[in-house]
Protein backbone atom coordinates (compact mmCIF):
# COMPACT_ATOMS: atom_id res chain seq x y z
CA UNK A 1 0.00 0.00 0.00
CA UNK A 2 1.31 3.59 -1.08
CA UNK A 3 0.25 7.26 -0.53
CA UNK A 4 -2.34 7.60 -3.31
CA UNK A 5 -4.42 4.15 -2.24
CA UNK A 6 -5.41 6.48 0.76
CA UNK A 7 -8.80 8.47 0.33
CA UNK A 8 -8.05 12.10 0.30
CA UNK A 9 -10.47 13.07 2.37
CA UNK A 10 -8.94 10.80 5.26
CA UNK A 11 -6.55 12.89 6.81
CA UNK A 12 -5.98 11.45 10.05
CA UNK A 13 -5.11 7.95 8.93
CA UNK A 14 -3.10 9.32 6.22
CA UNK A 15 -0.95 11.52 8.44
CA UNK A 16 -0.37 8.53 10.46
CA UNK A 17 0.59 6.62 7.81
CA UNK A 18 2.95 8.90 7.02
CA UNK A 19 4.26 9.68 10.87
CA UNK A 20 4.29 6.07 11.00
CA UNK A 21 6.69 5.48 7.68
CA UNK A 22 8.83 7.95 8.52
CA UNK A 23 9.99 6.42 11.49
CA UNK A 24 10.32 3.30 9.91
CA UNK A 25 12.87 4.66 7.35
CA UNK A 26 14.93 6.26 10.02
CA UNK A 27 15.16 3.55 11.81
CA UNK A 28 16.16 1.19 9.23
CA UNK A 29 18.46 4.03 8.26
CA UNK A 30 20.12 4.24 11.60
CA UNK A 31 20.35 0.31 11.49
CA UNK A 32 22.00 0.65 8.17
CA UNK A 33 24.48 3.01 9.28
CA UNK A 34 25.52 1.33 12.56
CA UNK A 35 26.10 -1.82 10.86
CA UNK A 36 28.34 -0.13 8.39
CA UNK A 37 30.68 1.48 11.15
CA UNK A 38 30.69 -1.75 13.13
CA UNK A 39 31.79 -3.68 9.97
CA UNK A 40 34.56 -0.82 9.06
CA UNK A 41 35.88 -0.10 12.27
CA UNK A 42 36.44 -4.38 12.43
CA UNK A 43 38.15 -4.66 9.27
CA UNK A 44 39.95 -1.02 9.87
CA UNK A 45 41.42 -2.98 13.36
CA UNK A 46 43.08 -5.81 11.58
CA UNK A 47 45.23 -3.53 8.89
CA UNK A 48 47.48 -2.45 11.79
CA UNK A 49 50.73 -4.17 10.42
CA UNK A 50 54.15 -2.19 11.55
CA UNK A 51 57.46 -2.66 10.38
CA UNK A 52 60.86 -0.77 9.93
CA UNK A 53 61.86 -0.03 6.42
CA UNK A 54 65.58 0.11 5.10
CA UNK A 55 65.48 3.96 5.55
CA UNK A 56 64.36 3.08 9.20
CA UNK A 57 61.03 4.82 8.83
CA UNK A 58 58.45 3.26 10.68
CA UNK A 59 55.99 2.45 9.14
CA UNK A 60 52.36 0.25 8.88
CA UNK A 61 50.36 -1.55 6.05
CA UNK A 62 46.64 0.04 6.41
CA UNK A 63 44.10 -0.13 3.86
CA UNK A 64 45.58 -1.88 0.83
CA UNK A 65 48.56 0.89 1.44
CA UNK A 66 51.79 1.42 2.90
CA UNK A 67 51.66 4.19 5.56
CA UNK A 68 55.12 5.98 7.58
CA UNK A 69 53.65 6.52 11.02
CA UNK A 70 57.29 8.12 12.10
CA UNK A 71 59.93 8.93 9.70
CA UNK A 72 62.87 9.42 12.76
CA UNK A 73 64.29 6.14 14.12
CA UNK A 74 62.35 4.98 16.61
CA UNK A 75 63.76 2.92 19.52
CA UNK A 76 61.36 -0.06 20.00
CA UNK A 77 57.37 -1.14 19.71
CA UNK A 78 55.33 -3.99 20.60
CA UNK A 79 52.01 -5.03 18.51
CA UNK A 80 48.91 -7.22 18.80
CA UNK A 81 46.31 -7.15 15.93
CA UNK A 82 44.43 -4.05 16.86
CA UNK A 83 47.35 -1.92 18.35
CA UNK A 84 50.84 -0.72 18.35
CA UNK A 85 52.50 0.56 21.14
CA UNK A 86 55.73 2.14 20.28
CA UNK A 87 58.86 4.39 22.10
CA UNK A 88 59.86 7.39 19.84
CA UNK A 89 62.98 8.23 19.38
CA UNK A 90 62.41 10.88 21.80
CA UNK A 91 61.72 8.49 24.70
CA UNK A 92 57.74 9.01 24.36
CA UNK A 93 55.73 6.35 24.71
CA UNK A 94 52.94 6.27 21.72
CA UNK A 95 49.86 4.47 20.30
CA UNK A 96 48.74 3.38 17.04
CA UNK A 97 45.55 1.53 16.00
CA UNK A 98 44.18 2.85 12.63
CA UNK A 99 43.96 6.88 13.39
CA UNK A 100 47.13 9.24 14.08
CA UNK A 101 49.20 8.16 16.82
CA UNK A 102 48.53 9.29 20.15
CA UNK A 103 51.00 10.25 23.22
CA UNK A 104 50.47 8.32 26.42
CA UNK A 105 53.66 8.75 28.56
CA UNK A 106 56.69 10.93 28.51
CA UNK A 107 58.34 9.08 30.97
CA UNK A 108 60.71 5.70 30.91
CA UNK A 109 58.17 3.19 31.30
CA UNK A 110 57.50 -0.81 31.18
CA UNK A 111 54.66 -1.57 28.37
CA UNK A 112 52.69 -5.00 27.50
CA UNK A 113 50.57 -5.30 24.70
CA UNK A 114 48.07 -7.84 23.83
CA UNK A 115 45.91 -7.88 20.63
CA UNK A 116 43.97 -5.55 21.81
CA UNK A 117 45.26 -3.56 24.98
CA UNK A 118 47.78 -2.11 26.18
CA UNK A 119 49.27 -1.77 29.73
CA UNK A 120 51.95 0.17 31.01
CA UNK A 121 53.71 1.11 34.29
CA UNK A 122 55.54 3.91 35.99
CA UNK A 123 56.60 2.32 39.34
CA UNK A 124 53.92 1.22 41.10
CA UNK A 125 51.17 3.03 38.86
CA UNK A 126 49.95 0.79 36.63
CA UNK A 127 47.78 2.18 33.32
CA UNK A 128 45.82 0.64 30.08
CA UNK A 129 44.69 2.17 27.48
CA UNK A 130 41.88 0.02 25.37
CA UNK A 131 39.97 1.28 22.30
CA UNK A 132 40.67 4.89 23.03
CA UNK A 133 39.88 4.59 26.70
CA UNK A 134 42.73 5.73 29.43
CA UNK A 135 42.52 4.43 33.03
CA UNK A 136 44.82 4.22 35.80
CA UNK A 137 44.42 1.17 37.48
CA UNK A 138 46.47 1.40 40.66
CA UNK A 139 48.97 3.76 42.39
CA UNK A 140 50.13 0.88 44.46
CA UNK A 141 50.77 -2.40 41.76
CA UNK A 142 52.69 -5.05 41.76
CA UNK A 143 52.83 -7.81 39.16
CA UNK A 144 50.44 -7.34 36.46
CA UNK A 145 49.61 -9.50 32.98
CA UNK A 146 48.55 -8.11 29.90
CA UNK A 147 45.68 -10.67 28.09
CA UNK A 148 43.63 -10.20 24.81
CA UNK A 149 40.42 -9.37 26.54
CA UNK A 150 41.56 -8.63 30.40
CA UNK A 151 44.48 -7.20 33.07
CA UNK A 152 45.16 -9.06 36.01
CA UNK A 153 47.24 -7.34 37.98
CA UNK A 154 47.82 -6.74 41.92
CA UNK A 155 46.98 -3.73 44.10
CA UNK A 156 49.47 -3.78 47.48
CA UNK A 157 47.82 -1.05 49.10
CA UNK A 158 45.14 -3.61 49.98
CA UNK A 159 46.69 -6.42 48.92
CA UNK A 160 44.26 -7.71 46.26
CA UNK A 161 44.20 -9.31 43.36
CA UNK A 162 42.24 -7.86 40.17
CA UNK A 163 40.69 -8.12 37.67
CA UNK A 164 40.18 -5.02 34.58
CA UNK A 165 38.07 -6.33 31.74
CA UNK A 166 35.65 -4.43 29.45
CA UNK A 167 36.70 -1.17 31.35
CA UNK A 168 35.42 -2.34 34.75
CA UNK A 169 37.64 -3.11 38.11
CA UNK A 170 36.73 -6.37 39.83
CA UNK A 171 38.55 -7.70 43.08
CA UNK A 172 38.65 -11.34 42.83
CA UNK A 173 40.41 -11.91 46.17
CA UNK A 174 41.91 -9.81 48.85
CA UNK A 175 45.05 -11.57 50.74
CA UNK A 176 46.23 -11.52 54.95
CA UNK A 177 49.38 -12.97 53.62
CA UNK A 178 51.67 -12.78 50.58
CA UNK A 179 49.42 -12.11 47.42
CA UNK A 180 50.21 -14.47 44.94
CA UNK A 181 48.89 -14.36 41.32
CA UNK A 182 46.66 -16.64 39.14
CA UNK A 183 47.80 -20.16 39.00
CA UNK A 184 46.45 -20.18 35.10
CA UNK A 185 45.89 -17.05 32.85
CA UNK A 186 43.69 -17.12 29.80
CA UNK A 187 42.73 -14.26 27.27
CA UNK A 188 39.11 -13.49 28.78
CA UNK A 189 38.93 -16.28 32.24
CA UNK A 190 41.36 -17.26 34.90
CA UNK A 191 41.85 -19.75 37.72
CA UNK A 192 43.51 -18.57 41.03
CA UNK A 193 43.64 -20.42 44.41
CA UNK A 194 42.33 -18.39 47.55
CA UNK A 195 42.91 -18.79 50.98
CA UNK A 196 42.81 -22.47 51.90
CA UNK A 197 44.07 -23.81 48.90
CA UNK A 198 40.31 -23.28 47.69
CA UNK A 199 40.83 -23.29 43.32
CA UNK A 200 38.33 -20.55 41.67
CA UNK A 201 37.38 -19.47 38.12
CA UNK A 202 37.12 -16.03 37.22
CA UNK A 203 35.42 -15.60 34.15
CA UNK A 204 32.95 -12.66 32.86
CA UNK A 205 32.79 -10.59 36.39
CA UNK A 206 32.01 -13.39 38.59
CA UNK A 207 33.62 -16.07 40.63
CA UNK A 208 33.02 -19.58 40.20
CA UNK A 209 34.00 -22.55 43.27
CA UNK A 210 35.94 -25.15 42.03
CA UNK A 211 36.67 -26.86 45.61
CA UNK A 212 40.12 -27.46 47.76
CA UNK A 213 42.97 -29.83 46.73
CA UNK A 214 46.23 -29.08 48.23
CA UNK A 215 48.24 -29.97 45.02
CA UNK A 216 48.81 -28.08 42.19
CA UNK A 217 46.37 -28.50 38.99
CA UNK A 218 47.32 -28.12 35.31
CA UNK A 219 44.78 -25.98 33.56
CA UNK A 220 44.85 -25.00 29.88
CA UNK A 221 42.90 -22.05 28.94
CA UNK A 222 41.86 -20.13 26.02
CA UNK A 223 38.91 -17.63 25.95
CA UNK A 224 35.80 -18.77 27.26
CA UNK A 225 37.00 -22.44 28.04
CA UNK A 226 39.24 -23.75 30.88
CA UNK A 227 40.37 -27.78 30.73
CA UNK A 228 42.06 -29.27 33.48
CA UNK A 229 42.50 -32.91 35.13
CA UNK A 230 39.72 -32.93 37.90
CA UNK A 231 42.05 -34.24 40.68
CA UNK A 232 39.02 -35.20 43.55
CA UNK A 233 36.40 -36.61 40.89
CA UNK A 234 39.44 -38.10 38.85
CA UNK A 235 37.81 -36.91 35.50
CA UNK A 236 38.88 -34.98 32.45
CA UNK A 237 36.96 -31.75 33.13
CA UNK A 238 36.19 -28.42 31.19
CA UNK A 239 34.53 -25.11 32.56
CA UNK A 240 32.48 -23.54 30.08
CA UNK A 241 29.57 -21.21 29.95
CA UNK A 242 29.50 -20.82 33.88
CA UNK A 243 29.74 -24.50 34.47
CA UNK A 244 32.11 -27.69 35.32
CA UNK A 245 31.48 -30.33 33.21
CA UNK A 246 33.34 -33.57 32.63
CA UNK A 247 34.67 -34.83 29.20
CA UNK A 248 36.22 -37.89 29.77
CA UNK A 249 35.91 -40.36 32.60
CA UNK A 250 39.67 -40.65 32.61
CA UNK A 251 42.15 -38.01 33.16
CA UNK A 252 43.57 -36.83 29.76
CA UNK A 253 47.36 -36.82 28.99
CA UNK A 254 48.05 -33.61 27.11
CA UNK A 255 45.38 -31.28 25.99
CA UNK A 256 45.21 -27.58 24.65
CA UNK A 257 42.43 -24.95 24.24
CA UNK A 258 41.44 -22.30 21.81
CA UNK A 259 38.39 -19.70 21.02
CA UNK A 260 35.60 -21.85 22.95
CA UNK A 261 36.89 -25.53 22.25
CA UNK A 262 39.49 -27.78 23.30
CA UNK A 263 42.08 -30.25 21.50
CA UNK A 264 43.45 -33.21 23.51
CA UNK A 265 45.03 -36.42 23.11
CA UNK A 266 43.02 -39.64 25.03
CA UNK A 267 44.87 -42.70 26.27
CA UNK A 268 44.81 -44.74 22.90
CA UNK A 269 46.86 -41.58 21.22
CA UNK A 270 43.69 -40.14 19.32
CA UNK A 271 43.60 -36.35 18.90
CA UNK A 272 39.62 -35.12 19.69
CA UNK A 273 38.54 -31.91 18.90
CA UNK A 274 35.79 -31.01 21.75
CA UNK A 275 33.30 -27.45 21.29
CA UNK A 276 29.92 -27.07 22.15
CA UNK A 277 29.14 -30.25 23.67
CA UNK A 278 30.44 -32.31 20.32
CA UNK A 279 33.52 -34.39 20.04
CA UNK A 280 35.60 -34.79 16.56
CA UNK A 281 37.92 -37.14 16.13
CA UNK A 282 40.67 -35.21 13.95
CA UNK A 283 43.57 -38.26 13.75
CA UNK A 284 43.63 -42.15 15.31
CA UNK A 285 47.83 -41.86 15.15
CA UNK A 286 49.82 -41.05 17.77
CA UNK A 287 50.66 -37.10 16.52
CA UNK A 288 54.62 -36.49 17.08
CA UNK A 289 53.18 -32.85 18.24
CA UNK A 290 49.90 -30.60 18.17
CA UNK A 291 49.82 -26.82 18.81
CA UNK A 292 46.80 -24.99 19.45
CA UNK A 293 46.24 -21.28 19.23
CA UNK A 294 42.74 -19.03 18.53
CA UNK A 295 40.95 -20.83 15.81
CA UNK A 296 43.77 -23.61 14.92
CA UNK A 297 44.41 -26.87 15.73
CA UNK A 298 48.22 -28.23 14.23
CA UNK A 299 49.32 -31.66 14.24
CA UNK A 300 52.04 -34.26 12.95
CA UNK A 301 50.97 -37.18 11.48
CA UNK A 302 53.39 -39.57 10.59
CA UNK A 303 56.20 -37.06 8.31
CA UNK A 304 53.02 -34.82 7.54
CA UNK A 305 51.86 -31.62 9.35
CA UNK A 306 48.18 -31.35 9.28
CA UNK A 307 45.39 -28.62 10.47
CA UNK A 308 42.07 -28.25 11.51
CA UNK A 309 40.54 -24.84 9.82
CA UNK A 310 36.67 -23.93 9.50
CA UNK A 311 35.90 -27.50 10.71
CA UNK A 312 38.19 -29.27 8.23
CA UNK A 313 40.96 -31.45 8.53
CA UNK A 314 43.33 -30.09 5.62
CA UNK A 315 46.86 -31.70 4.79
CA UNK A 316 49.44 -28.74 4.82
CA UNK A 317 53.16 -29.87 3.85
CA UNK A 318 54.78 -33.64 3.59
CA UNK A 319 57.80 -32.23 5.81
CA UNK A 320 57.89 -31.36 9.56
CA UNK A 321 58.46 -27.46 8.93
CA UNK A 322 61.86 -26.34 10.47
CA UNK A 323 59.72 -23.41 12.42
CA UNK A 324 56.07 -21.80 12.27
CA UNK A 325 53.69 -19.52 13.94
CA UNK A 326 50.04 -20.06 14.61
CA UNK A 327 47.63 -16.94 15.21
CA UNK A 328 43.95 -16.04 15.09
CA UNK A 329 43.05 -18.45 11.75
CA UNK A 330 46.58 -18.35 10.17
CA UNK A 331 49.06 -21.12 10.02
CA UNK A 332 52.47 -19.28 8.57
CA UNK A 333 55.59 -21.87 8.69
CA UNK A 334 59.17 -22.43 6.73
CA UNK A 335 58.37 -23.77 3.55
CA UNK A 336 60.69 -26.79 2.69
CA UNK A 337 62.67 -23.85 0.23
CA UNK A 338 63.58 -22.16 3.14
CA UNK A 339 61.08 -19.02 2.33
CA UNK A 340 57.51 -19.07 3.84
CA UNK A 341 54.17 -20.09 3.20
CA UNK A 342 51.04 -19.77 5.06
CA UNK A 343 47.61 -21.59 5.25
CA UNK A 344 44.88 -19.12 4.67
CA UNK A 345 41.08 -20.12 4.57
CA UNK A 346 41.89 -23.70 3.78
CA UNK A 347 44.41 -23.11 0.75
CA UNK A 348 48.53 -23.00 1.54
CA UNK A 349 49.85 -20.11 -0.65
CA UNK A 350 53.98 -19.87 -0.69
CA UNK A 351 54.85 -16.16 -0.29
CA UNK A 352 58.55 -15.77 -0.88
CA UNK A 353 61.44 -18.78 -1.36
CA UNK A 354 63.74 -16.23 -0.28
CA UNK A 355 65.60 -17.86 2.95
CA UNK A 356 65.81 -17.00 6.25
CA UNK A 357 62.67 -14.88 5.68
CA UNK A 358 61.39 -13.34 8.89
CA UNK A 359 57.45 -13.44 9.45
CA UNK A 360 54.62 -11.99 11.32
CA UNK A 361 51.10 -12.77 11.99
CA UNK A 362 48.35 -9.68 12.35
CA UNK A 363 45.17 -10.16 12.00
CA UNK A 364 44.76 -12.79 9.87
CA UNK A 365 47.51 -11.04 7.57
CA UNK A 366 51.17 -12.45 7.20
CA UNK A 367 54.22 -9.91 6.90
CA UNK A 368 57.11 -11.45 5.82
CA UNK A 369 60.17 -9.61 6.02
CA UNK A 370 62.59 -10.10 3.32
CA UNK A 371 66.54 -8.88 2.24
CA UNK A 372 67.37 -4.88 2.84
CA UNK A 373 64.08 -4.65 5.05
CA UNK A 374 61.74 -4.73 2.54
CA UNK A 375 58.30 -6.37 2.96
CA UNK A 376 55.68 -8.79 1.66
CA UNK A 377 51.97 -8.20 2.96
CA UNK A 378 49.55 -11.55 1.93
CA UNK A 379 46.05 -10.34 3.56
CA UNK A 380 42.64 -11.41 2.11
CA UNK A 381 44.12 -13.08 -0.80
CA UNK A 382 46.67 -10.58 -2.30
CA UNK A 383 50.37 -9.54 -2.23
CA UNK A 384 51.36 -6.30 -1.68
CA UNK A 385 54.65 -5.57 -1.64
CA UNK A 386 56.69 -2.03 0.25
Request: charged residues 20%; negative net charge.
Amino acid sequence: MNFRDYNKNDNGAFFVYRIVYFYSMKYIFLFCFAFICIFTSQSHAQQVIPFVDFSNYFRTFQNDNFRVLEFQRIQEYKAGDDLVAYIDNRGNLRVFEGGAPKDLSNMNVEYHVSDHILAWNVGPTINVYEEGHLETLTYFGGEYIVKDSMVVYQDLRYNTLNVYSKEKKYTIQTSTGTLEMPVFVGENILAFRDNGNFYKVWWNGTVYDLGVWNGTIDFSGGTDILAFNDPTTRTFAIFENGEFLDVEIFWMPSYQCGRGFIAYEDRNGNLIHYSKGKKTELSNFKSSFFEVKDDLVVWGENTFVKAYQNEKVITVTNFRPKDHLLKNNVYAFRNIQGGVSALVDGKVVELTTQQDAGYEIYGNAVLVSLFAKTYIVYVNGRKFEG
